[in-house]
């Protein structure tokens, strides 16, 4: 078995280290506050006391909240002690994000790998996330045994590491447009005295079956939103990130204001800020949203 570290044990960060430590691997693991660190020395961890103890193992992996948080925690000082080895940054970030984390780690002398994840903590505990991959393709080879602890299935995306970041996020762009319809949908029925669990599963037993609309239609359906897997100001994240990818590649997304403001308001609403970005779906519930215009003259129509 292998010298490993880890850095950042937020829900999923702390069940991808346990599935490593799980596997039998030495796991070195790093995180700001005390608590999930002491969980995972319990079941057979090291603590480290700074993150370059844990990136100086051969091979190191973080999964950190954002760019802000992986860009501090993965500085020049703390990535110099990953020469020689290979680090994997698991995190939903942007590419451009991406990039000066792999200049970092080229000039200590160290190799960089993108490895974002789709699916829930409950998903990584169980080891059956979808892993989205892209690095130099020895580099690859050689994390992909420790990424197989973790996934179902390793989707290989080229020897660019912020083309994964690039595809996890558009993946979160789906996800968000699905939890959008949901809650109008829903909206619509709900005003009509239908059950909204009754409505979810004809979606889902008929034209929408998928883990998409499976799982956020019955938490939206039974408003079931706490304990958050993803937060609601980490979906707005990935929508910004979104619009920074549309600006760089010149793409129009039609969408997105009307998301933006969703999310925004969800971010504004103090029972809905801290919940599952599922309860986005609130807003249009809750008629938190003035209706455009357009809107207005097309029902008076």
């Keep these: 078995m292998a010298s490993v570290g880890f850095l950042g044990l937020g829900s999923m960060g702390a069940a991808l280290a346990r599935r490593l430590v799980d596997a039998g691997h030495d796991v070195h693991v790093w995180n700001r506050s005390r608590g999930p660190v002491d969980d995972l020395v319990a079941v057979g961890a090291v603590a480290c006391a700074t993150p370059g103890e844990a990136l100086a193992h051969p091979v190191s992996f973080s999964m950190l909240a954002d760019d802000t948080a992986a860009l501090s925690v993965l500085d020049a000082e703390s990535v110099a002690s990953a020469t020689g080895g290979v680090h994997v940054n ?69 020897a660019e590491p912020s083309t994964a970041n690039a595809v996890k996020i558009a993946v979160n762009y789906d996800i968000i447009h699905a939890i959008q319809a949901i809650g109008e949908s829903v909206a619509l029925v709900e005003a009509r005295g239908v059950d909204p669990g009754l409505f979810v599963e004809i979606l889902t037993s008929t034209l929408f079956a998928g883990v998409v609309y499976s799982g956020y239609g019955g938490m939206i359906a039974r408003q079931a939103y706490d304990p958050p897997g993803f937060d609601v100001a980490l979906g707005y994240k990935d929508l910004l990130l979104s619009a920074e990818i549309a600006g760089e590649t010149g793409t129009h997304l039609p969408t997105l204001a009307a998301l933006t403001a969703v999310f925004e308001r969800a971010l504004a609403e103090p029972d809905l800020v801290r919940l599952d970005w599922g309860a986005a779906a609130e807003v249009t519930r809750r008629g938190l949203l003035p209706a455009s215009d357009d809107e207005r003259e097309g029902g008076a129509a």
């Design 90 to 158: 698991m995190a939903s970030i942007s590419p451009a994000g991406a990039g000066e984390l792999q200049r970092r780690f080229a000039a200590a002398g160290a190799r960089y790998v993108a490895a974002p994840v789709l699916g829930r903590p409950t998903v990584a505990a169980e080891g059956k996330l979808n892993v989205l991959v892209a690095g130099a393709a020895d580099d690859v080879a050689e994390v992909e045994p420790f990424l197989r602890v973790f996934a179902a299935r390793l989707w290989p995306l080229g």
